[in-house]
C-alpha cells in the first residue's frame, strides 16, 4: 500500500478564517513533507518532518503552522490567510530508513481557494 | 515526439508515438532522480526512478536514460496513450542531502491526441 490521504480534497475560507489541512500515510513512512504548488509550476517544499519533529521550514509565513502528532498524521494549520495562498497543497511521504535514495510519495493534494 | 527541458515545456505526439521527455538537471553532485506524472487536479505519481550509478533504467512502458556527463535525463514513453497526457516533472536529490529534500524540474506538458 503506498496510498497517502489528503483532507479536506477542496477548502475555501476568507481571510479571517482557522482551518486545517490533513494527512494520513499507513506506510509505516517516516519523513512526512509539505508542499505548496502553484498552477503549472512545480511543487515547492514549505516543511519536513522526520521521526515526527520538524527538521526544515523553508522559511514558511508564520500563517502557515505544521503539526506531526504521530508517526502517521501530519496536519497543516491554517490562519489568517491571503488570497495569494490559493494553491495545491500537497502532502508526501518517504521511508527514511537513513539513505537519500528513496522516493517520495505524494497525496491527492488539497486545492485551497482564499477569498 | 521530443521536448526540450525548460525551452519546449510543452509536447504533442499522437496516439502509438515514442514520447521522449527531457530534463536538464542543475547539481553534478545529485544521486538520485524520480520522474513523476501528475494529471490535472491530481497530486505527482511516480513513474520510475535511477540512481546515479545507472544509465539505464526500464519499466512497463517508460525507460529513463541518465547521462552524467551533460547533466541531462530523460523519460522514453513506449507507445503513447492518450492516459498518459499530463505534466511530467523530474526531480533530483542532492546527494547528502538531508531528508531527501528534492529539486524539482519545471514540468513538460505531454498532450497525446488520439
Known amino acids: 500500500d503506498t496510498e497517502v490521504t489528503q483532507t479536506p480534497k477542496h477548502l475555501v475560507m476568507g481571510m479571517t478564517n482557522k482551518k486545517s489541512l490533513k494527512c494520513e500515510q499507513h506506510?509505516?513512512?517516516?519523513?512526512m513533507y509539505w508542499y505548496k504548488q502553484k498552477a503549472k509550476k512545480p511543487p515547492e517544499l514549505m516543511f519536513v518532518y522526520s521521526y515526527e519533529k520538524l527538521s526544515i521550514n523553508e522559511s514558511v509565513p508564520s500563517r502557515f503552522s505544521p503539526e506531526c502528532p504521530n508517526s502517521s498524521l501530519l496536519n497543516l494549520h491554517l490562519h489568517a490567510l491571503q488570497p495569494e495562498d490559493s494553491a495545491l497543497y500537497l502532502c508526501a511521504t518517504r521511508r527514511n530508513s537513513g539513505g537519500t535514495q528513496e522516493t517520495q510519495y505524494f497525496g491527492p493534494g488539497t486545492r485551497l481557494l482564499v477569498l | 515526439g521530443e521536448s526540450v527541458g525548460l525551452h519546449l515545456p510543452t509536447l504533442s505526439v499522437q496516439e502509438g508515438d515514442n514520447s521522449i521527455i527531457n530534463c536538464a538537471y542543475s547539481n553534478s553532485a545529485s544521486d538520485y532522480f524520480i520522474w513523476y506524472k501528475q494529471e490535472s487536479g491530481k497530486g505527482p505519481q511516480f513513474i520510475i526512478d535511477i540512481r546515479s550509478n545507472m544509465d539505464k533504467r526500464q519499466g512497463q512502458r517508460v525507460t529513463v536514460l541518465l547521462n552524467k556527463t551533460v547533466k541531462h535525463l530523460s523519460l522514453q514513453i513506449a507507445a503513447t496513450q492518450p492516459g498518459d497526457s499530463a505534466v511530467y516533472f523530474c526531480?533530483?536529490?542532492?546527494?547528502?542531502?538531508?531528508?531527501?529534500?528534492?529539486?524539482f524540474g519545471q514540468g513538460t506538458i505531454l498532450t497525446v491526441h488520439p
Open positions: 506506510m509505516g513512512h517516516r519523513a
Open positions: 526531480a533530483e536529490n542532492l546527494s547528502g542531502t538531508s531528508y531527501g529534500k528534492l529539486t
